[in-house]
């Protein structure tokens, strides 16, 4: 496995990853109606292309020539960066591929002189407790207004100086 940057021709890529893992990843934590409204909002073409635009820097893992799973970074000032998303595809969860790619995403920050990494993860998202293990804390709680959604997460950190 191995994990690069991603760049504009990597963005049909990276939204049919997110079409693959979302419906699996969140079918217990938000609704089918929900899934779909943020795959359009977050992971159409135009949309991730816009978000590089923006300044997201996005990583993706491969195996053997096929992505596994994509993240994304943004810097919010000279000492905090903030994990925007990483998603792993089911078929490669318990295998290390999560750890390489937080880990090399975290390295990435501490290069560019991060002392902190936040991330949101939704309060009922098992990823959490791969966060925790990863050495994140849960900072503050919140609820996230988003169109007629709300969004329920935990606010966590991490110190990269360490």
Same mark, same amino acid.
């Given at each position: 496995?191995?994990?690069?940057?991603?760049?504009?021709?990597?963005?049909?890529? $990276?939204?049919?990853?997110?079409?693959? $893992?979302?419906?699996?990843? +969140?079918?217990?934590?938000?609704?089918?109606?929900?899934?779909?409204?943020?795959?359009? #909002?977050?992971?159409?073409?135009?949309?991730? =292309?816009? #978000?590089?635009?923006?300044?997201? !820097?996005?990583? $993706?893992?491969?195996?053997?020539?096929?992505?596994?799973?994509?993240?994304?970074?943004?810097?919010?000032?000279?000492?905090?960066?903030? !994990?925007? &998303?990483?998603?792993?595809? #089911?078929?490669?969860?318990? &295998?290390?591929?999560?750890?390489?790619?937080?880990?090399?995403?975290?390295? +990435?920050?501490?290069? #560019?002189?991060?002392? =902190?990494?936040?991330?949101?993860?939704?309060?009922?998202?098992?990823?959490?407790?791969? +966060?925790?293990?990863?050495?994140?804390?849960?900072?503050?709680?919140?609820? $996230?207004? +988003?169109?007629?959604?709300?969004?329920?997460?935990?606010?966590?950190?991490?110190? !990269?100086?360490?």
């Amino acid at each position: 496995m191995e994990v690069r940057f991603a760049n504009f021709e990597d963005a049909s890529l $990276i939204g049919n990853l997110a079409h693959e $893992i979302w419906p699996v990843a +969140y079918e217990d934590v938000i609704s089918a109606e929900q899934i779909s409204f943020m795959l359009e #909002q977050s992971y159409s073409i135009s949309a991730i =292309e816009s #978000q590089m635009k923006e300044g997201h !820097l996005f990583f $993706i893992l491969e195996s053997d020539a096929i992505v596994q799973g994509f993240a994304s970074v943004t810097k919010e000032s000279q000492a905090v960066y903030k !994990l925007q &998303k990483l998603y792993i595809h #089911q078929n490669s969860h318990q &295998k290390g591929a999560g750890k390489l790619l937080i880990k090399s995403v975290e390295n +990435y920050c501490r290069k #560019q002189g991060a002392l =902190e990494l936040l991330l949101n993860v939704n309060r009922n998202n098992k990823a959490k407790f791969f +966060y925790k293990k990863m050495g994140y804390s849960i900072i503050e709680v919140v609820d $996230i207004p +988003y169109y007629k959604y709300v969004l329920n997460d935990y606010v966590m950190t991490k110190n !990269l100086a360490r």
